[in-house]
């Protein structure tokens, strides 16, 4: 159904500040393997854009924060509450705090993930 990563890399570094950035460019796919790069990483909430190659996911997991997942290229499955959402690029949805949810492989996809964290504390 779905795996966890065996080749999974992150990179800290937010990005330039006051410019334009295409955001489809920002991160390539390396083959068998999930790629995580950080555009905003505050107290009140994080954003990151992530490739996935053909086959990788994200097993299952909670997060004590609302997430928005927007998809930018190809098209992802997002299950929430055993609830399968198939989004297509230029789509997204609202991963509710506390729902249990994981992405499922269906070909190479690159996504913008938004954690709000304010309003929990």
Do not use: W
């Amino acid at each position: 159904m779905h795996k966890e990563n065996k080749n999974q890399r992150i990179d800290h570094i937010e990005l330039e500040k006051s410019k334009s950035h295409i955001i489809v460019e920002i991160i390539e796919y390396v083959p068998n393997s999930v790629v995580i790069k950080t555009i905003i990483k505050k107290s009140t909430g994080n954003i990151s854009i992530m490739s996935f190659d053909s086959g990788e996911g994200l097993t299952e997991k909670t997060s004590p924060f609302d997430t928005f997942v927007q998809i930018i290229e190809g098209e992802a499955e997002i299950v929430i509450d055993n609830v399968t959402n198939l989004l297509q690029s230029g789509e997204g949805i609202i991963i509710p705090a506390h729902s249990p949810n994981f992405i499922k492989p269906n070909g190479r996809f690159k996504m913008i993930l938004t954690t709000i964290k304010s309003g929990y504390e």
